[in-house]
């Protein structure tokens, strides 16, 4: 049984265009184990889940038939219609923040079955799943989702991998699922870990594909969101086959590659640009041994995005965690090789599903003395703070600082001052770090667009132009356009005098024609 609830028509693209269930799946080698060894210090993994089956060509899958596609009343708040949940939802449907969007999705599958949420990649669809459900949907009630401002689903911007997480509970809970396994790619991934991490009692079962503890750098990805801002989303259309699949697929299959370049060429660029911003800022490497469901990391072996190497990360750092190398396939794997994935997932959800969540760590009580109400007599003045308090105040201002730091000014710029940096000027640093960036650029009463325009236009005005190409870029990664930009410099040439604004446009100009640049 299939049950669609969308929130807005699908993007206007050919809706003839072939998608993954409308192509025959090319043979593929067998999809084979690879060893793992534990990096120095860490635990040695438990046996590797094996694929040894060959994958033999299949008859094409037909797309479900179509939908209509109903448009809510509120944007971003489903619709009650559905089904009564089954005996593995069993908890009623849960009011809904008002102030939080509900995702869009799709149910297919037994409605009495355990239900398994399936997570897309950035610039996807859920239609990136489409060969692995009509065999999923045997044994599960399948939950697929978009992402916000994908396949049409309302542009409601997330503010980090967490809001997405929080965002697809609350959805989850307005539908009365308590708990469910979780299968998500890339970003998708992302979002499983932080479910696993911050709500174990509600994953019965993780895996995760072409994910990563950290998804390349942050300067990466605040670099897409600019060329993304300057450019729209064609740059990232047209180089996203050749990060998606190998080459030998893309040459066999034109039609699925067209089709994936629509994918993102309709997706909402503020939405893409946000979820950049939030592979920018997600970091769980030091995190990882505190996933206690049982996962399995699933990666193309040719994947050049999120590789073997970020795989093997995973699993040496969650303790229940099996690697499973899908040969003849890059970073959307389900696509390329969905019957080797097909498979994989089958044996993984069939074998390691938790009925019931582990013990939940419960905070300490408060001693019974502390918590007796008690009421001042008179005001008391504050304490002296002690040196040990001072410092660690100090220290945290330090760190806050250089987070703020890296995010505006990029890695680079930062790694590059701190290694240029000696025994003298180390206190310099020091003082930048935690006054400059841990005070003034941490406190709320700006943003940090403003912020940028404020700095750009005293660095004209003080003539201090040798750190104007760093706050240009700063400014870039902060969300101001370069038609912004350009209007902050020409207001500076009015107030701050023609010579000093004309030696900063030359500046400006050669950053952002650097930084907005399309990939070839």
């Not at 923040?97 to 950035?122: C, H, K, N, W």
């Not at 799943?129 to 992402?147: C, G, K």
């Not at 940090?448 to 750190?467: F, I, M």
Request: charged share 20%.
């Amino acid at each position: 049984m299939s049950e669609v609830t969308e929130t807005t028509p699908q993007p206007a693209y050919d809706p003839q265009q072939p998608v993954p269930g409308q192509v025959p799946p090319q043979p593929a080698p067998s999809a084979q184990v690879a060893p793992t060894a534990p990096a120095p210090g860490t635990r040695q993994p438990q046996q590797d889940l094996r694929y040894t089956q060959p994958v033999q060509p299949q008859q094409a899958v037909q797309p479900a038939p179509p939908v209509a596609r109903q448009p809510h009343a509120v944007p971003g708040v489903v619709p009650g219609d559905h089904a009564a949940p089954g005996p593995h939802s069993t908890p009623p449907p849960q009011p809904v923040p008002q102030d939080r969007p509900l995702l869009q999705y799709r149910f297919d599958g037994p409605e009495d079955a355990p239900v398994l949420v399936i997570g897309p990649s950035l610039g996807t669809t859920w239609h990136m799943w489409d060969r692995q459900i009509p065999e999923l949907a045997r044994h599960w009630r399948v939950f697929r989702y978009d992402l916000p401002g994908h396949g049409g689903a309302p542009a409601h911007p997330a503010t980090g991998v967490g809001d997405l997480a929080d965002r697809l509970l609350a959805t989850l809970d307005s539908l009365g699922v308590r708990r469910f396994g979780y299968a998500g790619c890339s970003i998708g991934g992302a979002i499983g870990t932080d479910l696993a991490l911050r709500h174990p009692d509600r994953v019965a079962s993780l895996a995760l594909v072409a994910a990563s503890p950290r998804f390349g750098s942050a300067d990466e990805f605040r670099q897409r969101g600019v060329i993304v801002r300057t450019n729209g989303l064609e740059p990232m259309a047209r180089t996203a086959p050749e990060a998606w699949f190998t080459r030998g697929f893309a040459a066999a299959q034109p039609a699925i590659v067209e089709w994936a370049v629509q994918m993102v060429r309709t997706t909402d660029p503020g939405c893409y640009i946000a979820a950049c911003e939030a592979l920018a800022a997600f970091d769980i490497r030091a995190e990882l041994g505190r996933i206690s469901v049982p996962t399995l990391v699933l990666v193309g072996a040719e994947d050049q995005v999120t590789g073997p190497a970020e795989a093997r990360t995973l699993v040496a750092g969650i303790p229940d965690a099996r690697l499973a190398l899908v040969p003849g396939a890059s970073h959307l794997a389900p696509v390329e090789q969905p019957g080797a994935v097909t498979d994989l997932l089958l044996m993984h959800f069939s074998t390691a599903w938790q009925d019931t969540p582990g013990p939940i760590p419960v905070p300490p009580a408060v001693p019974a003395a502390l918590s007796v109400p008690y009421a001042p007599v008179a005001e008391i003045a504050p304490a002296a703070v002690a040196p040990e308090s001072a410092a660690a105040a100090g220290r945290d201002r330090h760190d806050s600082g250089m987070k703020v730091r890296r995010e505006v000014l990029g890695d680079a710029h930062v790694d590059g001052a701190l290694a240029a940096s000696d025994a003298f000027t180390e206190d310099f640093e020091e003082l930048v770090t935690r006054y400059a960036w841990g005070e003034v650029w941490s406190r709320e009463g700006l943003d940090r667009r403003t912020r940028s325009c404020v700095t750009l236009t005293a660095l004209v005005a003080s003539g201090h132009l040798e750190g104007l190409a760093a706050h240009t870029r700063a400014a870039l990664r902060n969300g101001l356009t370069p038609e912004e930009i350009k209007e902050v410099l020409l207001q500076s040439a009015v107030y701050c005098g023609i010579p000093a604004a004309g030696a900063a446009f030359a500046i400006a100009r050669s950053v952002i024609q650097e930084e907005t640049r399309p990939p070839a």
